[in-house]
């Protein structure tokens, strides 16, 4: 599991509340991606993070924000959560250095009422 | 930008056999191409990765091949076993600089029947 944590594992919201996940790291890894999944579409690019308080958007970002305070904490804000953001969402972290491959968390399950 | 399509989305084998799943991109630029693999409530995990200058890669029962020209990417998996079933995505990005974005495709459900 590439020492990814990520909290909680599901939620159950209402639409209209802001929600928090958080991905959490042991290894100190400078790249930290957020992903949702959905059926029919893979994994989609949220935002990343190419360090503390470096962050940028990815392919799907609309409604969501990051932030990113010190190296092994990312969280994933949904302002004003919808029912379109019910979704599983995927942290993941890049090993630098080598191959550059990116390793998954297990993942958060959110609903979205 | 980069587009990653998938075939076949579900794909049924007999225990024993040999099993592709096929990727095409569309980004000539694109030189790293991981293939992952997801069980049922868990988050997806590297099986095999290659790149744009490996024409194929093994290890063990798994294996990818590249065709940079034809830019399509397969996995196959031999001698299929029963923990074989799972989604399997490929993927597809622009190694190197301060981003290393995964462009995925939209994923295979496999099924070893035994």
Redesign the interface.
């Known amino acids: 599991d590439a020492g990814i944590t990520q909290s909680p594992r599901h939620k159950v919201t209402e639409t209209g509340t802001p929600v928090t996940l958080r991905c959490h790291q042991t290894e100190n890894h400078r790249y930290m991606y957020w992903y949702r999944q959905d059926p029919g579409h893979g994994l989609r690019l949220i935002h990343y993070s190419y360090g503390v308080k470096d962050t940028d958007k990815g392919e799907v970002s609309d409604g969501y924000s990051v932030s990113r305070s010190k190296t092994e904490d990312f969280l994933l804000t949904l302002e004003s959560a919808t029912s379109s953001q019910t979704s599983v969402y995927f942290c993941a972290i890049r090993v630098s250095g080598g191959a550059e491959t990116q390793y998954f968390g297990p993942g958060t399950r959110l609903l979205v009422l | 930008?980069e587009n990653v399509e998938?075939h076949p989305s579900t794909l049924s084998v007999q225990e024993g056999d040999s099993a592709v799943i096929k990727c095409t991109y569309s980004d000539s630029a694109s030189n790293?191409f991981?293939w992952?693999k997801q069980e049922l409530?868990?988050?997806?995990?590297?099986i095999i990765?290659i790149r744009s200058n490996v024409g194929e890669k093994k290890d063990q029962r798994i294996a990818v091949t590249l065709n940079k020209t034809a830019k399509h990417f397969s996995l196959h998996i031999t001698e299929t076993q029963p923990e074989d079933s799972a989604v399997y995505?490929c993927a597809a990005s622009k190694?190197?600089g301060?981003?290393?974005?995964?462009i995925?495709?939209?994923?295979t459900l496999l099924a070893v029947q035994p």
């Open positions: 930008g998938q790293y991981p992952y409530g868990k988050g997806p995990q590297l990765d995505f190694d190197g301060a981003t290393n974005k995964l995925f495709g939209t994923g």
